[in-house]
């Protein structure tokens, strides 16, 4: 019932909305239609009454709901459901609880905040309150396992091309890293459940540090960390960051599962690469192997030339720059 008062005072505009249209329309009483307006103005509403006139909002805070980003959302499945918190551990793994109960694919798990978030191979991940997208998105797709690590990919290819329409040119770090002068802007963790021949569900996981300032920072982090707002100097527009996000991934998602096609994915990973052409360390179960990023294959694998001269394609395994290019994971 709040999120439908809420449609109705948006709806408005600048127009009062008296509190007999919104009982006319919704069915409730008065004194429903006040405590709901309370919880409104809790959220960070700002919520003009005035008698004989009605409410209207005045301003709205910078949450991501469903009600706030639905303007900006042109998909038919991705987003469409926004579960939101003001606070949780880990998006990943509540997104992972409600995909093993059966929700439905495209659902979107979304918090202000993490206590518990985490990155690849355990990694904690910082994620202050409003300051941030973290996310969660579980999928449903019909493909081999073998083809997951695409995925990942998409998801990639996404956020970079959603950051520089806000006009902020980012680099890729395949597969999962979002590279901004030399530092971490965002990182993707892609979980499965599922057989050797069949996916039950992905969740996907996405964290961006948007309007984090230096301070937000920890000093064991800011050699290899940064957000968007800090590099640019621009307070981005976190609604309108999400919403593009998930309008680009639901095409680059549909492409590849409807026509088997990670084309466009592929041209924006390979023309941002922070990889290719530049000699790199290839980290796998705690070996490691000095190599040449040469190029990122048709299936999605980072093609490498190793110090002997070969031509290998990694699928997947632990790849850092070296130190001497100001990045290293």
């Given amino acids: 019932m709040k999120e439908k008062i809420l449609e109705l005072l948006k709806a408005s ?37 005035i008698s004989r006139k009605g409410y209207r909002i005045i301003s709205s805070p910078d949450i991501l709901t469903f009600e706030e980003i639905k303007n900006y959302l042109n998909t038919e499945c991705i987003g469409k459901n926004i579960i939101y918190f003001n606070s949780i551990g880990s ?3 509540k997104a992972k609880e409600l995909a093993e ?21 355990g990694r904690n991940f910082l994620s202050p309150k409003y300051k941030g997208i973290w996310m969660s998105i579980i999928l449903r797709p019909n493909i081999l396992t073998e083809n997951i690590s695409k995925i990942t990919l998409l998801g990639a290819a996404a956020v970079q091309k959603a950051i520089m329409k806000m006009g902020v040119k980012t680099s890729i770090k395949w597969p999962n890293d979002i590279i901004l002068n030399s530092k971490k802007v965002c990182g993707i963790l892609t979980e499965m459940s599922g057989e050797i021949d069949h996916v039950n569900y992905l969740v ?14 920890t000093t064991d982090l800011k050699d290899v960390a940064t957000s968007i707002k800090i590099e640019s100097g621009k307070l981005m527009d976190r609604k309108l960051l999400l919403a593009s996000i998930l309008n680009i991934f639901e095409e680059l998602y549909s492409d590849f ?23 790199i360390q290839l980290i796998n179960r705690g070996k490691v ?9 048709d299936k999605g694998e980072l093609v490498v030339e190793n110090s002997s001269g070969n ?3 990694i ?3 632990e790849v850092s720059i070296r130190g001497m290019y100001g990045y290293s994971d």
């Fill in 289 to 297: 192997t000095i190599a040449k990023a040469i190029d990122i294959s």
């Fill in 91 to 93: 998006t990943n793994t």
């Fill in 204 to 217: 996907m996981g996405i964290g961006i540090n948007v309007n984090l300032e230096k301070e937000d920072i």
């Fill in 13 to 49: 505009g600048n127009d009062f909305v008296s509190g007999q249209k919104i009982s006319e329309v919704l069915g409730v009483s008065r004194a429903a239609i006040w405590k709901h307006i309370k919880v409104i103005k809790e959220d960070g509403y700002e919520v003009e009454a």
């Fill in 315 to 317: 699928v997947s395994g």
């Fill in 101 to 121: 109960m059966g929700q439905e694919h495209g659902t979107v798990i979304i918090s202000e905040e993490q206590t518990l978030g985490r990155g690849r191979f």
């Fill in 311 to 313: 031509v290998e394609h």
């Fill in 257 to 279: 599962v409807e026509n088997d096609s990670i084309k466009e994915t592929l041209e924006i990973c390979r023309k941002n690469s922070v990889l290719i052409g530049k000699e």
